[in-house]
């Protein structure tokens, strides 16, 4: 009976804390920490790093799965003349020894999701004050990693477990809550009817007399009409409505696919809050993904897309709902939109 009611407890335990997980996005000095709704957290340095970063990942839940990886230059950016870096790291201006036969290692690249390999390493970092180089430039600051790591600790609920990497106590791996259930977003018709060219005519049309009925302050040559077949019996329509100097805000309708025209304007809001406090948020550089039937926007931070949010939308019969947010907000040329930290995912 005993062995029952402490199953019990502990299945409760588990539902108790693994029914809500908030995503975040936090700074701590040099680091920058994201967990999405899947307690899956990644953290990596920032500012004057020269192209030398170091990043940790780790799921949620009582399994060891977590990896560490440093590189010089990202996957596209290597200076290929640069000295391979595992033999000249130094931690404070001292050699830092790694047992390679736990990592893999190229030239520019090291990474490991081995836990004893990762523990250690940490352990002789997570007080120090730089990694560096001793041949070459780069310099990951560790000013902020410790905030970091108890970050993730607490977010997946660790602090006082054998599993903590800065918080260690004597509770099992089991009392760490598992990641939440993925939550999904049903995709009504995967293959709706295309458009006939009398639909596809209609509906420019449509969309011409919208564009031109909307008080919208991009210059005319550069507003364009995109029409989608959404469904059986609705269509999206886009047009490009306001300009800064990298993004253009979209007007988004979905619209019956016969006449006369029903339409209903899209307004896009988050199931949760981010940094920014607003859950609103605008059509920016929208498109829309016929291979996967979804709307995406894509905010650039500045020019050359190093920053920013990035969203994915499926219409669900009713309304577009979000099964992907990603948002980089350190503008550093390290990351590309397609592996900006996740705060949102779905299945």
């Known amino acids: 009976m005993l062995l029952r009611k402490e199953s019990l407890f502990l299945f409760l335990f588990f539902i108790a804390n693994s029914a809500f997980a908030a995503a975040a996005q936090k700074s701590f000095s040099d680091w920058q920490v994201t967990c999405n709704n899947q307690n899956f957290c990644s953290a ?3 500012g004057l790093h020269q192209g030398l970063v170091m990043t940790l990942t780790r799921s949620a839940g009582a399994h060891t799965d977590a990896a560490l990886r440093i590189d010089l230059g990202n996957m596209t950016s290597t200076d290929m003349k640069a000295p391979p870096i595992a033999p000249h790291l130094l931690v404070d201006g001292e050699p830092l020894m790694l047992d390679l036969t736990k990592w893999q290692v190229t030239p520019h690249h090291l990474k490991t999701g081995d836990a004893d390999a990762i523990n250690g390493f940490l352990d002789k970092v997570v007080n120090a004050g730089a990694i560096t180089l001793k041949e070459g430039k780069g310099n990951i600051s560790l000013s902020g990693l410790k905030a970091s790591l108890l970050f993730i600790d607490s977010q997946q609920q660790r602090v006082g477990s054998e599993t903590a990497w800065v918080k260690k106590g004597d509770e099992p791996p089991l009392s760490v809550p598992p990641a939440p259930p993925l939550k999904a977003v049903k995709l009504t018709n995967p293959t709706p009817t295309p458009l006939t060219q009398e639909e596809l005519n209609d509906l420019m049309d449509y969309g011409t007399w919208r564009m031109s009925s909307s008080q919208c302050s991009l210059d005319p040559a550069r507003r364009e009409v995109r029409v989608f077949a959404l469904s059986d019996d609705k269509a999206l329509l886009m047009i490009g409505c306001e300009a800064g100097a990298y993004n253009i805000v979209d007007l988004a309708w979905v619209v019956s696919r016969q006449k006369p025209f029903a339409a209903r304007q899209i307004r896009l809001k988050l199931p949760f809050t981010p940094g920014s406090g607003n ?35 499926r219409f669900d019969g009713q309304r577009f709902r979000l099964v992907r947010y990603a948002e980089e907000p350190t503008c550093d040329e390290w990351n590309s939109s397609a592996s900006w930290p996740t705060l949102w995912v779905t299945k």
């Open 44 to 46: 990596r340095n920032t």
């Open 279 to 313: 859950t609103e948020l605008e059509l920016m550089n929208a498109g829309y993904d016929e291979t996967n039937k979804e709307l995406t926007t894509l905010a650039k931070g500045r020019g050359i897309g190093d920053c920013g949010v990035a969203t994915r939308w």
